[in-house]
């Protein structure tokens, strides 16, 4: 398995922008699929955007449709970290936000993802 830990969370007014990292370690990072996941208080965890490994040093990211535009996933694999842009934040995307690793490509389903960072707390006032 890798270990996750996610950085980056904080306060911020609606309409900024905040930058979310998540760095993993152990064997074979490059082979997972990554993903961001949060959770809002009273809410099931809801995917936000993933890469797989699709061969050689080629990815493939996807989005939820609902942080199409807004939310931009990266991925750094010199650096074991995943990172993901967030602009125009809204109070509604205040929530944990969450790295998760899983060995399934193309998957968005929190059930598939084997490891889970302690997550990260964004908070948008208004």
């Known amino acids: 398995q890798v270990q996750l830990v996610e950085s980056g969370g904080g306060l911020v007014q609606a309409g900024d922008s905040l930058r979310l990292a998540c760095v993993g370690s152990g064997r074979s990072f490059s082979t997972y699929t990554m993903g961001w996941f949060r959770q809002a208080p009273g809410k099931e965890r809801e995917f936000l955007a993933a890469?797989?490994?699709?061969?050689?040093?080629?990815?493939?990211?996807y989005y939820a449709d609902s942080v199409k535009g807004r939310f931009f996933y990266s991925r750094d694999n010199a650096k074991n970290t995943i990172y993901l842009q967030m602009i125009l934040l809204k109070p509604e995307d205040t929530a944990v936000y969450y790295c998760?690793?899983?060995?399934?490509?193309?998957?968005?389903?929190?059930?598939?993802?084997?490891?889970w960072g302690q997550g990260t707390q964004v908070t948008v006032s208004s």
């Open positions: 890469s797989t490994w699709t061969g050689g040093s080629t990815y493939s990211a």
């Open positions: 998760a690793a899983s060995r399934r490509p193309n998957t968005r389903v929190d059930d598939m993802y084997d490891s």
